[in-house]
């Protein structure tokens, strides 16, 4: 079955950085589109970043182009979001998800302190 175990969250002060990273189990890891989701406490789940089976094409809200850059590593079966210039409206939970798939994981708290 699909199974997401996402990574990497932590405490960082304003203008920290963080590098979160999913990694993928039982689908085809190289040819599914991979998904970030940001979770503000109190707030819905929010598509934040994409990118395509083969890497070639990423896509970002426009609240962190500039900031963060997801990447994968098909030869892992693992999905990266680095994630720079962080500030306190980044806080919350970062979810990892497979374009076409229902699974979630648990998800990676990201606090940002002032």
């Known amino acids: 079955q699909v199974r997401l175990v996402e990574s990497g969250g932590g405490l960082v002060q304003t203008g920290g950085s963080l590098r979160l990273s999913c990694a993928a189990s039982g689908f085809e890891f190289s040819a599914s589109a991979m998904n970030w989701y940001h979770q503000f406490p109190g707030n819905k789940r929010e598509l934040i970043a994409f990118?395509?089976?083969?890497?070639?094409?990423?896509n970002y809200v426009d609240s962190v182009k500039g900031r963060f850059t997801i990447s994968r590593d098909n030869t892992k079966n693992m999905a990266y979001l680095q994630m720079n210039d962080l500030n306190p409206e980044d806080t919350g939970m970062y979810y990892c998800r497979a374009t076409g798939y229902t699974e979630w994981g648990q998800g990676t708290l990201v606090t940002v302190m002032p």
């Open positions: 990118i395509n089976g083969r890497g070639g094409t990423a």
